[in-house]
């Protein structure tokens, strides 16, 4: 099946500095990639829909240029949470979308940030 | 507008329970209605899908059916068994994939005692 991975699986990092968490699709192209986030106990909510090539679609209440987005190819989606503060200290969950098979998602195991 | 509804957990059973895990939706228009299944450690999962009123998504011995007329997508299994043991997501998308935004629900953490 689709698999697609995380790196890496949990960070720590103090307030202040930048953290950059890597989704890549390993064996399928995606055109697609989610970046979901995940408080303790609640529901991942969807912060942006990433396109390969193109600008990310950010949703209401998420800083684009707080936590930057980039779709450089078909197997790789980056997500950077500038000047990180305790309050980013999530579980952040991409998902991708197969080009051949665009009816599902693909989630990776997700990234433990915690900022000190 | 959407939104997912499930029962907090966490549900312990033990092994050869039956598993009911509700889930109500609210949704404009004719969603699509999805269960995913997260195993520790591992990334999330779909489990079974329903894309159209009174269609019955299954899999792996869980099932589920859309009630449109009570916005409902509960989640069954007749016997469970420790593998099963995880974190149940319910959850809907706008359209016949889930390639499209997903909405889910806070998740359900399910124990299962051998």
């Known amino acids: 099946g689709a698999v697609v991975s995380q790196h890496p699986s949990r960070v720590i990092c103090k307030s202040g500095t930048s953290v950059k968490i890597e989704c890549r699709s390993l064996?399928?192209?995606?055109?697609?990639m989610f970046w979901y986030r995940q408080f303790p106990k609640k529901s991942l909510m969807l912060m942006a829909t990433?396109?390969?090539?193109?600008?990310?679609?950010?949703e209401q209440g998420v800083e684009k240029d707080k936590f930057l987005i980039n779709h450089a190819s078909l197997t790789l989606s980056t997500l950077t949470v500038t000047s990180a503060h305790p309050e980013d200290s999530s579980f952040y969950i991409c998902?991708?979308?197969?080009?051949?098979?665009?009816?599902?998602?693909?989630f990776g195991p997700g990234t433990r940030l915690t900022v000190l | 507008g959407n939104s997912v509804t499930q029962m907090e957990g966490p549900v312990t059973l033990s092994e050869e329970a039956f598993l009911t895990i509700n889930c109500t939706y609210t949704a404009t228009g004719y969603p699509s209605l999805f269960w995913y299944v997260q195993y520790p450690g591992e990334g999330l999962q779909l489990l079974l899908k329903?894309?159209?009123?009174?269609d019955k998504g299954s899999n792996k011995g869980f099932e589920a059916t859309y009630r449109k007329e009570t916005t409902s997508f509960h989640l069954e299994k007749g016997s469970v068994q420790v593998s099963d043991s995880a974190v149940y997501f319910c959850a809907l998308t706008g359209m016949y994939s889930s390639a499209s935004k997903i909405i889910f629900g806070s998740g359900t953490r399910l124990s299962i005692r051998p």
């Open positions: 064996d399928f192209q995606a055109t697609t």
């Open positions: 990433s396109n390969e090539g193109s600008k990310a679609t950010y």
């Open positions: 998902s991708a979308t197969d080009r051949d098979r665009s009816d599902t998602q693909y």
């Open positions: 329903a894309t159209k009123a009174d």
